[in-house]
Each structure stands twice: as structure tokens, then as C-alpha cells.
Nanobody
């Protein structure tokens, strides 16, 4: 059974930091790339960042332009965990954040450059809410 479980969301002031975690089970970290997505109220779900199952082959990680330099994705293949460190948070970062697993990095990468998801990743987590507010 494949499971992706996010944690670490919460309320943070503008300019603050938060680290999200995604615990992955049931799939191999050597086969699946992982992406972070978010969906703000009334908006389409969008890609935030993604990391390949094989960074030597695919390069990266990769980020949506609006979070470049503020967010950092990392992966612990031994623990099968993926993290999203978020700094200098802004009110517009408020959203439910999801991690997703997909064999094709291109599916996740495309989500970073479009306003809506064209092709759904294979597996999704249930999401964790991040609220940036004073």
C-alpha cells in the first residue's frame, strides 16, 4: 500500500520559516521522484518544487519561480522522507501543501511552470495546511 503523509504545517508570521515533511512508504525512492504542490483557497493546485529519484541523471532540484531562493526541497532516501524548508514566508504562500510521487520527473517539473496541473502525479498525500498571517 502506497502512502504519502505530510506533516509540519501550521500558522506562521510573515517572514517566518516552516519545514514540511513527507513520509513515503510502499514505493522505492530510487524509482519515484517527489514533488511538493500547494492549493490556495479558490485557486488551482500548483507545483512548488520537485526532486528526482536520480539527481545525477536529471539534475535539480527544481522550484517554481515565486519560491526560488526561499524554499529548499531535500530528500533522505534511507528514511524515505522528503522535506520542504520554507523561509521568508509571505501571506500568498498560504495554502494546503501536498507531496506527490511520480515516476516521470517531467510530470512534476511541468507543474512548476503552469497555472494548473496538466497531468496528475500517480500518488498524493492528504495535505497539510500552511497559514502565513500576522
Amino acid at each position: 500500500q502506497v502512502q504519502l503523509v505530510e506533516s509540519g504545517g501550521g500558522l506562521v508570521h510573515p517572514g517566518g520559516s516552516l519545514t514540511l515533511s513527507c513520509a513515503v512508504s510502499g514505493i522505492s525512492s530510487d524509482t519515484y521522484s517527489i514533488g511538493w504542490f500547494r492549493q490556495a483557497p479558490g485557486k488551482e493546485r500548483e507545483g512548488v518544487s520537485c526532486i528526482s529519484s536520480d539527481e545525477n541523471r536529471d539534475g535539480g532540484p527544481y522550484y517554481r519561480e515565486s519560491v526560488e531562493g526561499r524554499f529548499t526541497i531535500s530528500r533522505d532516501k534511507v528514511k524515505n522522507m522528503v522535506y520542504l524548508q520554507m523561509t521568508n514566508l509571505r501571506p500568498e504562500d498560504t495554502a494546503v501543501y501536498y507531496c506527490a510521487a511520480e515516476k516521470l520527473l517531467a510530470v512534476l517539473y511541468r507543474g512548476l511552470h503552469t497555472e494548473r496541473i496538466i497531468r496528475q502525479p500517480e500518488y498524493w498525500g492528504q495535505g497539510t495546511l500552511v497559514t502565513v498571517s500576522s
